[in-house]
């Protein structure tokens, strides 16, 4: 802390301690009223289109083309976000794979 005022750092402390506290009770909060935020949405959703695209891809293909589309719009590389989500893609296979090999050992 060499960089902080040494009279700043009570006041720095308790400027954290306040913002984790606020953080906390934010969380608390969410959980209680039990409502996903933005991102829970998107992984469920992504989780869902991985198993889809893991099954038959032929399926999803202008849902494919959307969430490209889409990436793109944000500025990502499109070669770099198909490599990234077929790589995805194929780590749910492989866990379905296991899941359902395991089911069938049974």
């Not at 009770?25 to 009223?33: D, I, P, T």
């Not at 289109?49 to 891809?57: C, N, P, R, S």
Request: glycine share 4%; hydrophobic share 30%.
């Amino acid at each position: 802390m060499d960089w902080h005022d040494q009279q700043d750092l009570p006041r720095y402390r308790r400027r954290k301690r306040k913002q984790r506290d606020y953080q906390q009770g934010y969380r608390e909060r969410l959980k209680g009223a039990r409502r996903p935020e933005r991102d829970d949405i998107a992984a469920e959703l992504m989780r869902d289109y991985l198993e889809v695209v893991a099954v038959d891809h032929q399926q999803v293909r202008e849902l494919t083309r959307a969430l490209f589309g889409g990436l793109e719009k944000r500025r990502y590389d499109r070669a770099a976000c198909v490599e990234q989500v077929k790589a995805m893609a194929r780590r749910t296979q492989a866990r379905s794979q296991r899941r359902n090999g395991s089911a069938e050992a049974r």
